[in-house]
């Protein structure tokens, strides 16, 4: 009966588990009982700062966009049309993309030390991309960093905007303007 109340208020049997498995059951115990009181944490994330810049690499366009407050359910995965049905370049892709409110490196690298506010079905696909930060590698050309999941872990990696981009390559985007 208990498990369905929790299931009932969204709790995932993974957030059950984890639970069972708290080990400070004292504090949860002070909260029911009127004595102690939970506040949520508000992960702030500063899109105005600069980002962080791999070695070799310069940043070519860096969309600056305030502070962020970080929730999962107002992300949107953008897909542009001839990504769902095929490919498309990543020069054309930026071109659509201009006018979206795409979330910057800054974001990622966020993500990457808490990856525990990352959503889990984020896992399903193979890479989000974060163009709000264009970089130039060396002199080679440009590229996107994204977050990928592998081996256990989130990691980040990067993708050339001279190379094709597939329906498993989505743009993060914030529902709401930054």
Not at 76 to 97: C, N, V
């Amino acid at each position: 009966m208990l498990v369905e109340e929790f299931e009932r208020e969204g709790w995932s049997g993974d957030d059950l588990t984890k639970l069972g498995q708290y080990k400070d059951k004292k504090s949860l115990q002070a909260v029911i009982l009127g004595h102690a009181k939970i506040e949520l944490v508000c992960h702030l994330i500063d899109c105005s700062a600069d980002p962080y810049i791999p070695g070799g690499w310069t940043v070519e366009e860096h969309q600056k966009g305030g502070t962020l407050e970080w929730d999962s359910a107002k992300i949107l995965l953008f897909l542009a049309e001839k990504q769902k049905t095929g490919l498309i370049t990543g020069h054309d892709l930026r071109k659509e993309l201009v006018d979206k409110p795409v979330l910057n490196a800054n974001v990622l690298d966020y993500l990457l030390a808490h990856p525990e506010l990352i959503p889990e079905d984020w896992k399903e696909g193979e890479y989000i991309f974060f163009w709000g930060t264009i970089y130039r590698y060396s002199d080679v050309g440009l590229c996107v960093r994204c977050l990928g999941w592998g081996g256990g872990r989130w990691y980040w990696d990067y993708h050339w905007l001279l190379r094709d981009w597939f329906a498993n390559y989505p743009a993060a985007c914030s529902q709401v303007t930054l």
